[in-house]
C-alpha cells in the first residue's frame, strides 16, 4: 500500500507544532499501525530526521500506552487501540491524519506523545481499598454473586487510555472515572469508603480540568474496552448520595 | 464552601441542575401546549381567553410560573457555565474530526438552545408581556371581562414570518429535547437496562409530538383565520 | 566460589517461619528514616513499594512508561496459582511446591520455592481484599482452572487478563500510599545506573525521559524489580521497552547473574508474519485445554496447505498427526510449555509447518465446539479469540489457529539469595528480573504468583534484617561515588549520540535477535553457540561505531532510549550464549541438542550441573567469571521428568 501521512509534530510542551506531510510506501496490510509508524521512522533516521514519537509499549491492546487520534477517531477507524489495529482496515492511497490526543489535562510532550498523569492523579484520589497488605480476610470469606462480579469486571477492565476523553467533545474524564467508581461501588470490599471514594474522585477529576458530560456517547462508542455509560451514571448516583449522606459538610 | 455549593459547582452537580431545570421545563412544555390547545377550538377564542386568565390569576399557576421562570435562567446560566468549562477542557482542537457516531443534536446543545432561548425571549415580547403589561382589548363572556389574548394571538399569527419563526424555533426545540429528554435520567443516573429503553422511547414521542402541536398552531390559525 | 543461598537450615516446611522469627525488625519509629528504592512498578515493584510504605518507610517508585499501571505484568493472560485447594482435588502447599520444582525440572532452589507455595495462599486474599474481580461461580466463590499441566484445579484467573486485574490491584495500594505521602513516584524515569558505596548499594542514576535530565537518588536500599530481559531476542512477546538494564548495570556494579540462558518459549504465540513484525503475541495458554495441536501427517499435504491448494477443514483426521496426544498420551496436549515448543519445532523442521513461512502449527477447536457449543467456546475464549481474529484476519470458529513457539519469559535473571538479596548488600531483585523460583523452566500462572510473593510476602520481611543491621544514619548524593556514576551515565550516552553511523538501533537489534533465535533459542549446540558468540561480539563493535542516534539528551529521545537498552543486550546475549556453552546438559527450556534422551526429551546431567550458575562480570569485553550455587535437593527426588 501506499499512503500519505500526515502527522502532528510539536518538539516539546512549549512549541507550537504543525502538520507534516509523509508519503510511505510498501506497507503490508498484515502490519499493524504502529509497525506503520515504525517503518516511517526507520526511514527517517536513515535520512537524519527525528522519527515521530508516539507512546506505545505492549502492543497487545492491554497496557493502555498507545494513543493517537487517526482520522478523527482515537485509536483509529476500529473499536480498539491503536496497536492493535492494522493496516488492513485501510486503503491503498488513503491519507491518513494522526493527532495527538487533545485535553488541557494531557499536555502534549513530544510530537504525539502526551501527559496522561492526570489519570493516575484520579486514582490516587481514591481508586482503591483502603486495606494493607497482610491481615486480611480468606478470600472465599467474602463471597460475591458471579453477576456482580461479572459486571464489576467489565469496568474494571479500563486500560486507562485516555480515548474518552480524547473522544470527548468535552474531554471529559467521566467515563474514567466512572469505571473505578463502579468497580469499587459494585464489590462489598468497596462498600467502607464508597462514599468519600465517589466525592473525592469527582472532585480530583474536576480539579484535572476535565470538562463535564453532555451524555453525547462518544466516549463509549470508542472506547477500547468497551465500558459503558451505566458506569457514568452510576458514579451521578454514587456522587450525589454521598453528597447528601456523607459526613463532610 | 458549603457542601451545597461544592456539590452544584462540580461538573455532575452542574449537570444536576441541568437536567432538573430541563426536565421542569419539559413538565411546563406539556401544560403549556395542553392550554394552548384551545386556540384550535373554533369558538372566537373563548376558551382560550378564559384559559389565559386561569393562567395569570391562579396562585398555585403562579408560584409554577416562577418556577419556570427560575428553570430557564437557571438552565440558561448553567448551560454557560459548563460550556465554558467544556471548551477550555480542550484548548487546542483537532484537525480533523470525522463526524463521531454520537448525534449532531447531542453535539450541539449549547446552539439548540440558544436559538431556543432567542424565541422564548421573542415569544415572551409578543405575549408573555403583552398580557401582562400590554395594551389589550377586553372581551366578556357570560358577564366576566377578559383580556382577548386570542385576537393578539391571531394578529401575530397573520404575519408568514412569524409562523416560520415559530416552526422552525420548534424544530430546534425537537432537536433539543431528542437528545435532552433521555441524557436528564442518564444525568440523574437513571440508567437501567429495564427503563432505559422505555425513557428513549417516551422521549422520542415527546419530542416529535410536542414541537408538533407547539407549530401546528400558529400554522393552523395562518390558514384559518386569514 | 560457592555461593551461600543463606536459605534457613531445618524442616522444610519451617524454614519461612524460622526465618522471619531470626530476621532482625527495625523499630516502627525508625522506619521512617529509611529511604528505600523500588525501580519498577510491575507486580513485583507496585506490590513491594506500597506494602513497605505501608510499613512506614520512605520510598521512591520508578519506571519507564508514563503510568505505573504499564508495567508488563498488565499482559498476563492466563492466571494465577495458589495452593488454596478450594477444588477439594488434592492441592496442598506441598504439591505446589513439588510441581513447581519439577516442572523448573530440578534446577531450582527448594526452600524458595517452598516459600513461594506457602505464601502463595496469602496472595489470593490480598487481592481479593483490593478488589481484584477473579472468576467467581454461581454460589458467588472463587473459581479455578486447571492450567499448563498441572493435574489440580489451583489456578485463579480474571477472564483471560489476570494480569492486568493484579496489576491494578496492586497499583491501587500503591496509588493509595502514593496520596498518603509515604511513596514518591517517578514515571517516565529510566534508571542507568547503581551507586555502590563501600560495597553496598546506596541508590541510583535515573534519566528524566522527558527532559533528559540526569539526577541520583539516595536511599538505605535499592530494590530491582525490573521484569524480564526476553526482548534481547528482539521478537518476543514483552512489551516493547522490556528491557535488561537496570538489572545488567547492576551486574556490572557487582550483582552475580544467574542462568541467563534459561529462556522459556511459550508455545502459543501467533505466529511471525513478516519482517515488520516488531511483537509476537501470545495466545494464553488455557486454549490449549480445548484447542487440539496438529500437523498433516505427511509433508507434501503441509506443501499444499501452505500453497493455498486445500484449506485445513479438507484434511481429513486420518491425515492428521496430533502430535502431542500421539507422544504424550498420558498429557497430551498439556504437556509443559518447553515440551510443546520443542515439538512444535521438530514438526516444522520436518517440514510439516503449516503456514506460508513454514513456522506454525494447528490449534484446532473443531472437536471442542462440536462438543460443547460455540457459545461455550466464546464464553471461555472470546476475547482471545477476537484478538487473533484482529490480528490475523482469520476466524478462529471456523478454521483452526496457527500457532508457533515465541521467546515469553526469562527465568534466568540476578542472582539472590533466600533474602532476595543480589551479591551487593543492600540491592535486592524480586520478580522476573531475579533467577530465583522457577528453575530451567516456568510453570503456566507461576510467575505472577512470584512476583506478589516477593513484594508483599517476601521483601518487607528480608530487607528489615538488613536496615536494622545498617542503622537509619541518612544517605546522601553528595558522596563522590554519586558524581562519578552519573558522569559514568553521562560520558556513555554522549558516546552514543556521538557515533552518527549509518545503521539504525533497530538494525542492530534485529540482527542480535536474529543471531539469539538461531543459535541460542528452542535447541542449542556447541557449535552453533560459539559461532554466535564471535558474531555477537562482531555486532557490538559495529553497533559501537556505527549506530545513527538522532538527537540530543535534553529532550524526549526515544532512539536514544532504544539505544541504550540494545547496548545492554549486546553484552547480555554474550553472557547467554557463554552460559548455554557452559551448561552442557539439557534441562528444562534449555536443550542442548547433544544432551537428549533416546526419544529427544531433555536429559538433564545431575552429577555435573545441578547448581545455579551465577556469572560475575570482570571487566568490559573480558570474559565473566562463574560461580556456582549447588542446588541440594532434600525433599524431592530427582528424576527424569516424563509426561508420557
Ligand atoms: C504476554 C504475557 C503473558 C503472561 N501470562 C502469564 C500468566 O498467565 N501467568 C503468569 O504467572 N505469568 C505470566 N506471564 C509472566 C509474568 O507476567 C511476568 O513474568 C511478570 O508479570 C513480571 O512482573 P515484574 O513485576 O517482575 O516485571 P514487569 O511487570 O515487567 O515490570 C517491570 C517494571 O520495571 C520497570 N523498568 C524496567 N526497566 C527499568 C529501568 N531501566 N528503569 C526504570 N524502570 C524500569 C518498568 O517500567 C516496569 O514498571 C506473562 C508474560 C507475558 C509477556
Ligand atoms: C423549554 C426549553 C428547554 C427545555 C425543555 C430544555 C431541556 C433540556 C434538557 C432536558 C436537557 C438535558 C439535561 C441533561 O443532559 O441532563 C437540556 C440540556 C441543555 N440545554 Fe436545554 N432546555 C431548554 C432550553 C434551553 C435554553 C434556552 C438553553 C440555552 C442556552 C439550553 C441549553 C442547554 C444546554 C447547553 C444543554 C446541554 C448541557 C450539557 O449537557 O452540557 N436549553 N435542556
Ligand atoms: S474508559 Fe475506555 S477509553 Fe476511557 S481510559 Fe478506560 S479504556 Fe480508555
Ligand atoms: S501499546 Fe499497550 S495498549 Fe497499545
New interface residues.
Given amino acids: 500500500m501506499k499512503l500519505t501521512l500526515k502527522i502532528w509534530r510539536q518538539k516539546n510542551a512549549s512549541d507550537k507544532g504543525a502538520f507534516v506531510t509523509y508519503p510511505i510506501d510498501g506497507i503490508s496490510t498484515d502490519m499493524s499501525f504502529l509497525e506503520m509508524m515504525d517503518v516511517l521512522n526507520e526511514e527517517l533516521a536513515i535520512k537524519g530526521e527525528d522519527p515521530v514519537h508516539f507512546d506505545h509499549d505492549c502492543r497487545e491492546g492491554i497496557c493502555g500506552m498507545c494513543s493517537l487520534y487517526i482520522n478523527g477517531h482515537p485509536h483509529g477507524p476500529q473499536q480498539t487501540t491503536t496497536c492493535q489495529l492494522h493496516m488492513r482496515s485501510f486503503s491503498d492511497g488513503e491519507t491518513i491524519t494522526i493527532e495527538p490526543w487533545r485535553a488541557a489535562a494531557f499536555p502534549v510532550v513530544k510530537d504525539l506523545v502526551v501527559d496522561r498523569g492526570s489519570f493516575d492523579r484520579i486514582i490516587q484520589a481514591g481508586g482503591y481499598v483502603n486495606v494493607n497488605t497482610g491481615g486480611v480476610p480468606d478470600a472465599n470469606e467474602i463471597p460475591i454473586p458471579k453477576r456482580v462480579a461479572d459486571e464489576a469486571f467489565d469496568s474494571a477492565t479500563c486500560i486507562g487510555c485516555g480515548a474518552c476523553v480524547a473522544a470527548c467533545k468535552n474531554a471529559s474524564a467521566m467515563l474514567f472515572t466512572s469505571a473505578k467508581i463502579s468497580q469499587l461501588a459494585m464489590l462489598p470490599q468497596g462498600q467502607v469508603e464508597r462514599m468519600s471514594r465517589a466525592e473525592k474522585m469527582v472532585a480530583q477529576m474536576d480539579d484535572e480540568g476535565f470538562g463535564a458530560c453532555t451524555n453525547t456517547g462518544a466516549c463509549e462508542a470508542e472506547c477500547p474496552k468497551g465500558i459503558s455509560l451505566t458506569n457514568i451514571a452510576r458514579m451521578n448516583r454514587e456522587y450525589f448520595s454521598a453528597s447528601v449522606k456523607s459526613e463532610n459538610v | 464552601m458549603?457542601?451545597v455549593t461544592?456539590?452544584l459547582s462540580?461538573?455532575?452537580?452542574?449537570?444536576?441542575i441541568m437536567a432538573l431545570t430541563g426536565l421542569f421545563l419539559i413538565l411546563f412544555l406539556t401544560g403549556h401546549v395542553a392550554g394552548n390547545l384551545q386556540l384550535l377550538k373554533s369558538d372566537g377564542g373563548e376558551a382560550f381567553n378564559i384559559y389565559a386568565k386561569f393562567m395569570t390569576t391562579n396562585p398555585a399557576v403562579k408560584l409554577l410560573s416562577y418556577l419556570t421562570y427560575i428553570s430557564i435562567i437557571g438552565h440558561v446560566i448553567f448551560s454557560i457555565w459548563?460550556s465554558k468549562?467544556?471548551r477550555?477542557?480542550?484548548?487546542?482542537?483537532?484537525?480533523?474530526?470525522?463526524?463521531?457516531?454520537?448525534?449532531i443534536s447531542?453535539?450541539n446543545?449549547g446552539i439548540l438552545g440558544t436559538i431556543i432561548l432567542i424565541f422564548i425571549v421573542v415569544h415572551m415580547q409578543s405575549f408573555w408581556y403583552q398580557m401582562h403589561w400590554g395594551d389589550i382589548p377586553f372581551v366578556t363572556y357570560d358577564g366576566v371581562e377578559y383580556k382577548d389574548l386570542y385576537s393578539i394571538v391571531v394578529f401575530a399569527f397573520q404575519n408568514v414570518w412569524m409562523v416560520i419563526g415559530y416552526v422552525v424555533a420548534m424544530a430546534f426545540l425537537a432537536f433539543h429535547l431528542s437528545?435532552g429528554f433521555?441524557?436528564a435520567f442518564?444525568?440523574?443516573?437513571?440508567?437501567h437496562?429495564k427503563y432505559s429503553p422505555a425513557i428513549a422511547l417516551i422521549g422520542k414521542i415527546y419530542c416529535i409530538v410536542v414541537p408538533i402541536l407547539f407549530a401546528s398552531m400558529p400554522v393552523y390559525i395562518y390558514f384559518t383565520q386569514s | 566460589m560457592i555461593l551461600d543461598s543463606k536459605s534457613p537450615i531445618g524442616p522444610l516446611a519451617e524454614k519461612w517461619t524460622k526465618h522471619k522469627f531470626n530476621s532482625k525488625l527495625v523499630n516502627p519509629a525508625n522506619k521512617r528514616k529509611y529511604e528505600v528504592i523500588v525501580v519498577g512498578t510491575g507486580l513485583a515493584g507496585a506490590s513491594a513499594a506500597a506494602s513497605l510504605a505501608e510499613l512506614g518507610y520512605k520510598v521512591k517508585a520508578f519506571c519507564f512508561q508514563d503510568s505505573p499501571r504499564r508495567a508488563h505484568s498488565i499482559a498476563a493472560q492466563g492466571g494465577i496459582n495458589a495452593a488454596k485447594n478450594y477444588q477439594n482435588d488434592g492441592d496442598s502447599v506441598y504439591r505446589l511446591f513439588y510441581d513447581t520444582i519439577k516442572g523448573g525440572d530440578y534446577r531450582s532452589r527448594e526452600s524458595n520455592v517452598y516459600r513461594l507455595a506457602e505464601v502463595s495462599v496469602n496472595i489470593i486474599d490480598q487481592c481479593v481484599a483490593q478488589g481484584v474481580p477473579f472468576a467467581r461461580e454461581y454460589g458467588g466463590l472463587l473459581a479455578n482452572r486447571s492450567f499448563g499441566g498441572a493435574q489440580v484445579s489451583r489456578t485463579f484467573y480474571a477472564r483471560g487478563q489476570t494480569g492486568q486485574q493484579l496489576l491494578l490491584g496492586a497499583y491501587s495500594a500503591l496509588s493509595r500510599q502514593v496520596a498518603n505521602g509515604k511513596v514518591k513516584l517517578y514515571p517516565r524515569t529510566e534508571m542507568m545506573d547503581v551507586v555502590t558505596i563501600d560495597g553496598h548499594a546506596r541508590g541510583i542514576v535515573t534519566r528524566n525521559l522527558i527532559t533528559g535530565k540526569i539526577e541520583t537518588h539516595a536511599a538505605h536500599a535499592v530494590l530491582l524489580c525490573t521484569g524480564g530481559y526476553g526482548n534481547v531476542f528482539f521478537l518476543s512477546t514483552n512489551a516493547m521497552g522490556s528491557n535488561v538494564t537496570a538489572a545488567w548495570r547492576a551486574h556490572k556494579k557487582g550483582a552475580y547473574f544467574a542462568n541467563p540462558c534459561y529462556t522459556q518459549i511459550h508455545p502459543t504465540c501467533i505466529p511471525v508474519s513478516g519482517d515488520h513484525q516488531s511483537k509476537l503475541t501470545l495466545m494464553s495458554e488455557s486454549l490449549r485445554n480445548d484447542g487440539r495441536v496438529w500437523v498433516p501427517k505427511t509433508v507434501e499435504l503441509a506443501q499444499k496447505l501452505r500453497k493455498g491448494e486445500i484449506k485445513p477443514r479438507d484434511i481429513k483426521d486420518e491425515d492428521r498427526d496430533y502430535y502431542l496426544e500421539r507422544k504424550y498420551p498420558s498429557f497430551g496436549n498439556l504437556v509443559p510449555r518447553d515440551v510443546a515448543s520443542r515439538n512444535a519445532k521438530d514438526v516444522c523442521d520436518e517440514g510439516r509447518g503449516v503456514n506460508e513461512t513454514g513456522q506454525a502449527v494447528f490449534l484446532d477447536f473443531r472437536d471442542a465446539i462440536n462438543r460443547d457449543s460455540e457459545d461455550a467456546i466464546r464464553a471461555r475464549y472470546g476475547n482471545l479469540f477476537d484478538m487473533y481474529q484482529q490480528i490475523t484476519g482469520e476466524n478462529p470458529y471456523q478454521t483452526p489457529m496457527k500457532i508457533y513457539p515465541a521467546v515469553h519469559y526469562t527465568m534466568g535473571g540476578l542472582w539472590v539469595d533466600y533474602n532476595l538479596s543480589t551479591t551487593v548488600p543492600g540491592l535486592y531483585s524480586l520478580g522476573e528480573a531475579n533467577f530465583s523460583d522457577h528453575g530451567a523452566n516456568r510453570l503456566g500462572a507461576s510467575a505472577l504468583m512470584q512476583g506478589l510473593a516477593d513484594g508483599y510476602f517476601v521483601v518487607p520481611y528480608t530487607i528489615g534484617d538488613y536496615l536494622a543491621q545498617i542503622g537509619p544514619a541518612p544517605v546522601d548524593t553528595n558522596h563522590p561515588e554519586f558524581a562519578k556514576a552519573e558522569k559514568g551515565v553521562k560520558d556513555a550516552i554522549q558516546k552514543l549520540l556521538s557515533i552518527n553511523g549509518t545503521k539504525t538501533v533497530d538494525h542492530f537489534h534485529k540482527a542480535l535477535g536474529h543471531i539469539m533465535w538461531e543459535y541460542c533459542g528452542m535447541a542449542r549446540n556447541a557449535e552453533g553457540l560459539t559461532k554466535a558468540k564471535g558474531m555477537i561480539q562482531e555486532l557490538r563493535k559495529e553497533f559501537w561505531r556505527d549506530v545513527k542516534v538522532l538527537g540530543a539528551n535534553e529532550e524526549l529521545n526515544q532512539t536514544l532510549e532504544k539505544a541504550s537498552r540494545v547496548a545492554d543486550f549486546l553484552e547480555l546475549g554474550e553472557l547467554m550464549v557463554d552460559d548455554a556453552l557452559n551448561r552442557s546438559e539439557s534441562c528444562g527450556g534449555h536443550f542442548r541438542l547433544e544432551s537428549q534422551t533416546p526419544d529427544g526429551e531433555a536429559l538433564r546431567d545431575d552429577e555435573n550441573f545441578a547448581y545455579a550458575a551465577a556469572w560475575e562480570f570482570m571487566a568490559e569485553n573480558s570474559p565473566e567469571t562463574l560461580h556456582k550455587e549447588p542446588l541440594v535437593f532434600e525433599n524431592v527426588k530427582l528424576t527424569q521428568r516424563s509426561y508420557k
Avoid at chain 2, 442518564?186 to 440508567?191: K, Y
Fill in positions: 458549603s457542601w461544592k456539590t462540580s461538573t455532575i452537580g452542574r449537570k444536576l459548563l468549562t467544556n477550555a477542557a480542550r484548548p487546542v482542537g483537532y484537525g480533523v474530526s470525522t463526524p463521531p457516531s454520537t448525534t447531542s453535539r446543545m437528545h433521555a441524557s442518564q444525568t440523574l443516573g437513571l440508567n437496562a
